[in-house]
């Protein structure tokens, strides 16, 4: 995991990553396009979700999304016979999925995380071109729709808690985007990403929590942090002010 220094958004922080398949890794550093290690089909890939309301509220807060991004071409008229062979079957482009995890009280939580979800969705729509013209060996390009897709949501999310009159209204928000052999991550909050590998499960990113920020400046014993009320004390999120 190479980790990139948080990057100042207007609100939040938002803290972004890189992981690379070993796959597609040698000694030296990334195996060149058309190596041994060619891209997943779609096939051979499983997208799984689940979400529940916890223990604690009756009401459930979180919503997620996962999805793809594909390249197609349909041949619409012609006059050529066999038209099928000028047509570009679906590529995948990348894979993307995300989980908020509202932090409002009441409505307002499941409010924000469904806006948080519902516009990176639609940011994600709206900018496929670029996704499509992307240089998928410039990393900088694919970190810079990410932290687009960060200030998007923030303020969309500040914007229908106005309207809807629960102006504290705020998410966490967990995003990744695959583009092989590479996954880039936007994490701001506490709601995590795991990493499940050879048997090995690896946590990819940190919480965003006053008790976290503690245990970092060495002011709090890291094996107390899991049981401090202050780990349930975010130190940002969507929304927030």
Sequence with gaps: MFPIPYSR???????????????????????????????????????????HPGLVRQGNQDHYLVSTLHKTARVRATSLPNPELF???????????MVADGVGAHHGGETASRTAIESIAEYVKETMNAFYSADENDDNSFFSALQDAAATCHQSVIDRAEA???????????L???VWPSLYILHVGDSRLYLFRKGELQKLTRDQTMAQDLVDMGAMPKDAAAQSPLAHVLTSAMGAS
């Design 164 to 174: 809807s009159g629960e102006p504290k209204a705020a998410t966490t928000l967990t």
């Design 87 to 97: 047509e570009l079957p679906s590529q995948r482009i990348a894979s993307f999925g």
């Design 9 to 51: 958004l207007p609100i939040p922080d938002a803290s972004l990553a890189i992981v690379s398949h070993p796959a597609a890794m040698s000694n030296a550093g990334p195996v060149a396009p058309g190596s041994s290690s060619p891209k997943p089909r779609d096939e051979e890939l499983d997208f799984f979700g689940l979400t």
């Design 176 to 178: 990744f985007l695959a």
